[in-house]
């Protein structure tokens, strides 16, 4: 997993308070009345404000921040003395509140000022109005699942019930016949297409190697890139990608559960090409370092950011291996590499895009249980029957759910939102990869994915 960045230069300008909360909060320092702030200057001053905030929330949230590689002498500043997680809501409140004044000014009237400086103040105030739910929440706030949705990633996934997905369940019978329950024989099925522990290393560097040779086929990275891939165990999540700064990524996989072949891939997509190292490298070079637009380089991993980040991850996989090609290299390559039968990978990419097709069941089931609507045990029940999962791996599901509640959305929903962006009107490949890079490379919302999809189809 891994959350990623930005925000969008055309999102609606989301819920959020005005008010500023009294007692305790440090102010947010303000210009001198007689002093004409430019917008840039505005911005400028907004930026830093919710930098040091996003760092004070970190002190209280170990998972808060995901990525920062500003100076180390702010972060220990901001971290010294951080105000409660109430007078940071608070001051998230405050400066939602001068960014909405400084949007219907004068100074954002004129057509001139409709640009890049309006658009980055519409991004802060998203990460902040995020921040702000963020910060409620670990005030022991609960929100339900839609209202926190919307509050952390400015969007509202569109959910089947789980009625919906009988259908599927129904087909993959005919697929794995057999007796006992169809998530056994599923298991069992897949349980043949573990990659050995000692083949584990050679096989994912490998699989990334490939992942990316065909993203550099489209994309220019930035000289000197590289990653440093790391096996670990006893996490809530299957892969997880720390990025480092100057275009270097950490990515760790989790070897606590077997690593199956199909797996491969889509981690070396997902964290690494085009994915999470991807889009990092392209907003530390065009945002951070090209426009000098320093909030960029402090990541949370609550705000509309991540919608983008694993979505586009996600949906990474099938842009960089379109149709057939995935299949092709993991029989010819892969397979071989991991020891296994070459002649048996058209089976296995059968079943699993038959099981892909329930992916959509768990984040109505997260909904389900975070909403109170169903208990623990039977969110596992449930998770075993639909995602047609172990008992082990139906509690890793679950545990992740338990940690990082409504993030779950950002998966499966947000990986359609990029695809009906990036493919919409029948895009052939180089304009696939072109839209790629643009959602990779500027402030993004999910409304802005909407009317990319709008733009495109008429």
Same mark, same amino acid.
């Given at each position: 997993?891994?959350?990623?960045?930005?925000?969008?230069?055309?999102?609606?300008?989301?819920?959020?308070?005005?008010?500023?909360?009294?007692?305790?909060?440090?102010?947010?320092?303000?210009?001198?009345?007689?002093?004409?702030?430019?917008?840039?200057?505005?911005?400028?001053?907004?930026?830093?404000?919710?930098?040091?905030?996003? +760092?004070?929330?970190?002190?209280?949230?170990? !998972?808060?921040?995901?990525?920062?590689?500003?100076?180390?002498?702010?972060?220990?500043?901001?971290?010294?003395?951080? &105000?409660?997680?109430?007078? =940071?809501?608070?001051?998230?409140?405050?400066?939602?509140?001068?960014?909405?004044?400084?949007?219907?000014?004068?100074?954002?009237?004129?057509?001139?000022?409709?640009?890049?400086?309006?658009?980055?103040?519409?991004?802060?105030?998203?990460?902040?109005?995020?921040?702000?739910?963020?910060?409620?929440? +670990?005030?022991?706030?609960?929100?339900? *699942?839609? /209202?926190?949705?919307?509050?952390?990633?400015?969007?509202?996934?569109?959910?089947?019930?789980?009625?919906?997905?009988?259908?599927?369940?129904?087909?993959?019978?005919?697929?794995?016949?057999?007796?006992?329950?169809?998530?056994?024989?599923?298991?069992?099925?897949?349980?043949?297409?573990?990659?050995?522990?000692?083949?584990?290393?050679?096989? =994912?560097?490998?699989?990334?190697?490939?992942?990316?040779?065909?993203?550099?086929?489209?994309?220019?990275?930035?000289?000197?890139?590289?990653?440093?891939?790391?096996?670990?165990? /006893?996490?809530?999540?299957?892969?997880?990608?720390?990025?480092?700064?100057? *275009?270097?990524? +950490?990515?760790?996989?989790?070897?606590? =559960?077997?690593? &199956?072949?199909?797996?491969?891939? !889509?981690?070396?997509?997902?964290?690494?090409?085009?994915?999470?190292?991807?889009?990092?490298?392209?907003?530390?070079?065009?945002?951070?370092?090209?426009?000098?637009?320093?909030?960029?380089?402090?990541?949370?991993?609550?705000?509309?950011?991540?919608?983008?980040?694993?979505?586009?991850?996600?949906?990474?996989? !099938?842009?960089?291996?379109?149709?057939?090609?995935?299949?092709?290299?993991?029989?010819?390559?892969?397979?071989?590499?991991?020891?296994?039968?070459?002649?048996?990978?058209?089976? *296995?990419?059968?079943?699993?895009?038959?099981?892909?097709?329930?992916?959509?069941?768990?984040?109505?089931?997260?909904?389900?249980?975070?909403?109170?609507?169903?208990?623990?045990?039977?969110?596992?029940?449930?998770?075993?029957?639909?995602?047609?999962?172990?008992?082990?791996?139906?509690?890793?599901?679950?545990?992740?759910?338990?940690?990082?509640?409504?993030?779950?959305?950002?998966?499966?929903?947000?990986?359609?939102?990029?695809?009906?962006?990036?493919?919409?009107?029948?895009?052939?490949?180089?304009?696939?990869?072109?839209?790629? +890079?643009?959602?990779?490379?500027?402030?993004? *919302?999910?409304? !802005?994915?909407?009317?990319?999809?709008?733009?495109?189809?008429?």
């Amino acid at each position: 997993m891994d959350r990623k960045y930005w925000l969008s230069a055309l999102g609606a300008l989301m819920l959020g308070g005005c008010a500023m909360a009294a007692g305790g909060m440090a102010p947010v320092a303000a210009p001198d009345a007689s002093v004409v702030e430019s917008p840039e200057a505005l911005a400028n001053r907004i930026a830093d404000a919710y930098i040091r905030l996003t +760092l004070e929330a970190g002190s209280h949230e170990a !998972d808060y921040v995901d990525a920062y590689y500003g100076p180390a002498a702010l972060r220990t500043s901001a971290t010294a003395n951080p &105000r409660s997680t109430a007078d =940071l809501a608070a001051a998230a409140r405050a400066l939602v509140a001068e960014i909405d004044a400084a949007l219907n000014s004068r100074a954002f009237a004129g057509p001139a000022n409709l640009g890049s400086q309006r658009a980055r103040l519409i991004a802060l105030r998203g990460m902040l109005h995020a921040a702000d739910t963020r910060l409620q929440m +670990l005030g022991g706030r609960r929100f339900r *699942f839609a /209202d926190e949705a919307s509050g952390l990633f400015a969007t509202n996934p569109t959910l089947e019930s789980l009625a919906h997905y009988d259908r599927v369940l129904a087909g993959l019978n005919h697929l794995v016949p057999g007796d006992g329950p169809l998530a056994a024989r599923i298991d069992a099925f897949y349980d043949r297409y573990v990659i050995p522990p000692d083949k584990v290393r050679r096989v =994912l560097e490998t699989a990334i190697g490939e992942c990316r040779r065909r993203t550099m086929a489209h994309m220019t990275l930035p000289p000197g890139e590289s990653f440093t891939l790391e096996l670990v165990t /006893d996490k809530p999540w299957s892969g997880y990608n720390y990025y480092q700064g100057n *275009f270097h990524s +950490l990515i760790q996989v989790n070897t606590d =559960l077997p690593i &199956r072949i199909s797996r491969a891939v !889509d981690l070396g997509c997902h964290e690494g090409y085009p994915g999470h190292h991807v889009l990092n490298m392209m907003i530390e070079q065009n945002l951070v370092r090209g426009r000098h637009w320093q909030e960029f380089a402090v990541n949370p991993l609550y705000s509309p950011q991540s919608v983008i980040a694993e979505g586009s991850a996600n949906y990474g996989i !099938d842009l960089a291996f379109p149709g057939e090609e995935k299949l092709a290299f993991e029989r010819d390559v892969l397979y071989p590499l991991a020891g296994l039968d070459p002649a048996s990978a058209e089976d *296995f990419a059968r079943v699993s895009a038959a099981t892909d097709a329930l992916g959509g069941a768990r984040l109505t089931i997260a909904k389900m249980y975070l909403d109170g609507d169903i208990s623990r045990q039977r969110a596992i029940e449930l998770s075993q029957h639909y995602l047609l999962l172990s008992p082990e791996r139906a509690e890793q599901s679950l545990a992740f759910t338990d940690h990082y509640r409504s993030y779950v959305l950002n998966y499966g929903w947000g990986r359609d939102l990029v695809h009906r962006a990036v493919e919409a009107g029948n895009a052939d490949a180089a304009t696939r990869w072109a839209r790629m +890079l643009r959602i990779l490379s500027e402030p993004t *919302f999910p409304a !802005d994915l909407l009317a990319m999809e709008s733009a495109a189809a008429h």
